[in-house]
């Protein structure tokens, strides 16, 4: 019986995460761990009986530990104790933002395997993740489906990989996208979603982050990652071969089905998501990306490519832009005006140690908010 920790439980991949265990018996929730959503802890705590759990408020924490008889940590450091703990087999990491880099090291370590749904992990630290090739499974629906399409297929057989994007709420938006609201933002048209990932979908960062993880779960350079508009969301991603042909993979949109697959893989067990109706689907659309109008993408193929400080300066910014989006501070199109600022302060090249990184991201961070200050 796998034992499995969720770091992130509350959000979006969280609970849907918990809904997959509930269909696989054989499967354990060892532990859980959540931001601030204390109610939602609490009745997952009642179902799942965790032997630990963690929320960063150290009041609901106590409150937590004597409601349940279990130990439940307030300290963002006991992460790391929860996801090396040696009964621990699976660790799905579901948080947001540059957080989740060292927990996923610190399991990675530990010989855990990894269902990473955090893209910031790969954009900041890919290169010291990637030591651990073979403990990591992607849970992003796009990744998820190259890891299959890629099984057991030779590296050299392949030209090309090819992300497909929605295009977001904006994609044939006709009006001032200076002016449109953080309501408009968050209302994407196919998946549902937590408010920082919606933001990135709708300004394209989210897949210019997916583009630098592809190439390191990959090995794939920049210009052999390719992004198109494709708004039904059905082909999550295809493969060109080196004889031109293109192998695809296809399903229904629901984050169930690469959670799944993370969790039991390389075995491939029945869902209860509802299959691919291709006669009810009619028709498949694909389209350009419009960098003028969605400068975030090229932002992050320029520092991915780069390298160095620059991605872990380009997520830092982009979360710092976001939120002052969503608290009202800055304008939609701030958000890549910011970014582009601050990652032109900062070098490429070199790959950076944890701590450099560390560094950088807290150093990224202050330079945007400096920059939004003076946009007052």
Known sequence: MPNV???GSTGSIGTQTLEVMRTLPDFKVLG??????????????????????SILRPAEAKALAREFSIPVYSDPSAVEEMVTDPRCDVVVVAVVGAAGLKPTLAALGAGKRVALANKETLVTGGHLVMQYREQIVPVDSEHSALWQLFYGRERGHIAEIILTASGGPFRTYTGDLATV???QALAHPRWQMGWKISIDSATLMN????????????????????VVIHPESIVHSLIRLQDGSLLAHLGTTDMRLPIQYALTYPQVQPSRVKPLDLVALGSLTFAEVDHERFPSLRLAYEAGQAG??????????NEEAVRAFVEGRIGFTQIPEVVRSVVEQFPGQSFLALEEI???????????????????
Request: neutral net charge.
């Open 32 to 53: 859980l761990a959540a931001g601030t959503n204390h109610e939602l802890l609490r009745k997952q705590i009642a179902e799942f009986r965790p032997e630990f759990a």
């Open 181 to 183: 609201t953080v309501e």
């Open 358 to 376: 560390l560094a950088v991201d807290a150093e990224a961070r202050a330079r945007a908010r400096a920059c939004m200050g003076q946009r007052g």
């Open 5 to 7: 920790v969720i770091l």
């Open 308 to 317: 160095g400080a620059k991605p872990v300066a380009l997520n830092a910014a």
């Open 207 to 226: 897949k210019g982050f997916e583009v630098i993880e592809a190439h390191h779960l990959f090995g794939f350079p920049y210009e052999s990652i390719q």
